[in-house]
């Protein structure tokens, strides 16, 4: 039986909080069960071909397919999920095609779109197509109140269900102050917690062409990716300060 399509759109207000690297952890782990599709909707500072160790790959990108300069196969670049790359800056992007683009691809029954950061164009084009908005924070001052301006954005541009990821969690630093506790993150933003992220030291040694990188996350994107789907997976609460 064929399984209804998700489309999943992972965004947040600041930049650098690892959307692009959860996106690719999670398409790495739901593409076990599921056919999937990651699109990179960073127009202006696409990354997914540098992380799923593609880079300079794309000869077209998801616009030229809209476009019909290339076929919908023809744009793909094949791992163990498919990948599509944003088209370059300046193009014209009418807001609804990300919704039309999903329709020449039936085939994948989990999508993951890969916003830029902030509140602008990419969010208004991932929303018009994704039924869960993901959204990555850092446990600081700044990322909470940006994240708490996108959730109220996407909520606006009627997304039906938003979740948290708090990425790079450090409890030390939360121990000792600097960082804000988990419950804080949740009331600001208004938004239920989907995962905690530990910071990995290891990724930002990375070359980043290597699809290695995101090994590091498998164990906690396998669990993000199973609540995703509704199981009954636990959060892991023990070394988070509260
Ligand atoms: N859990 C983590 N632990 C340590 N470093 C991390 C973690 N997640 C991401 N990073 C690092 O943070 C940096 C930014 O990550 P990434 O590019 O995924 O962020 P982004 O939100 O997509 O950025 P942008 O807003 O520019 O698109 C990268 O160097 C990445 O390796
Ligand atoms: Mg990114």
Redesign the pocket.
């Known amino acids: 039986m064929k399984q209804e399509r998700r489309v999943f759109m992972?965004a947040?207000g600041?930049?650098?909080?690892?959307?692009?690297?959860?996106?690719?952890a999670l398409a790495l782990q739901l593409c076990k069960e599921h056919k999937t599709l990651l699109i990179d909707c960073?127009v202006y500072?696409p990354?997914l071909d540098i992380?799923s160790g593609m880079t300079g790959e794309a000869i077209f990108s998801w616009l030229d397919v809209l476009n019909g300069i290339c076929t919908p196969e023809q744009a793909l670049l094949h791992h163990r999920y498919a990948l599509l790359s944003a088209p370059n800056i300046g193009s014209e992007i009418p807001p609804d095609s990300i919704e039309k683009l999903l329709a020449f691809y039936p085939e994948y029954d989990a999508v993951i779109i890969?916003?830029?950061?902030g509140l602008g164009f990419s969010l208004e084009l991932a929303s018009k197509a994704a039924d869960t908005a993901l959204i990555?924070c850092t446990a600081d001052e700044a990322s909470i109140r940006s994240a708490a301006a996108a959730a109220k954005k996407i909520d606006k541009l009627g997304v039906p269900k938003s979740f948290l990821i708090i990425?790079?969690?450090d409890p030390k630093g939360a121990v000792k102050g600097r960082l804000l506790g988990i419950d804080d993150m949740v009331d600001r933003t208004e938004t239920p917690l989907l995962g905690i992220?530990?910071?990995?030291?290891?990724?930002?040694r990375?070359d980043?062409n290597d699809i290695s990188?995101c090994v590091?996350?498998t164990d906690t994107a396998i669990r993000i990716a199973m609540r995703l789907y509704n199981l009954p997976i636990p959060l892991e609460l023990q070394n988070a300060v509260r």
């Open positions: 992972v947040s600041k930049g650098g909080v690892g959307k692009s690297t959860v996106s690719t960073d500072l990354s992380l890969d916003c830029a950061a990555v990425n790079r969690y992220i530990p910071y990995i030291g290891s990724l930002l990375s980043g990188l590091p996350l």
